[in-house]
Nanobody
Framework: QVQLVESGGGLVHPGESLRLSCVASFNFFGLYSMGWYRQAPGNERELVALLTNIGITNYGDSVKGRFTISKDSAKKTVYLQMNNLKSEDTAVYFC????????WGQGTQVTVSA
């Protein structure tokens, strides 16, 4: 049973923007900290942005000032607004929910290329 579904990835040019969405289907969404991670070929999965269940945000150093994580609890959806994208942002982006259980989405590809 799929619990997290990401969307919004694609191919963009450097400097452009994308917004990723992650829709949750599990219960008690408000108990979960929601995060976005990414993994580029040959690299380990890394934290991009985190939004805790009490509203604290944390960002990876490479995306601070460019990416913003937010959520709509009524829609059980978390977003990642990505601005001023760079080629090094190219990766598969995964949504994670951490709380009473831990869930991962299937990932969405983001490619930044001239």
């Amino acid at each position: 049973q799929v619990q997290l579904v990401e969307s919004g990835g694609g191919l963009v040019h450097p400097g452009e923007s994308l917004r990723l969405s992650c829709v949750a289907s599990f219960n008690f969404f408000g108990l979960y900290s929601m995060g976005w991670y990414r993994q580029a070929p040959g690299n380990e999965r890394e934290l991009v942005a985190l939004l805790t269940n009490i509203g604290i945000t944390n960002y990876g150093d490479s995306v601070k000032g460019r990416f913003t994580i937010s959520k709509d609890s009524a829609k059980k959806t978390v977003y990642l607004q990505m601005n001023n994208l760079k080629s090094e942002d190219t990766a598969v982006y995964f949504c994670n929910a951490d709380g009473p259980k831990n869930y991962w989405g299937q990932g969405t590809q983001v490619t930044v290329s001239a």
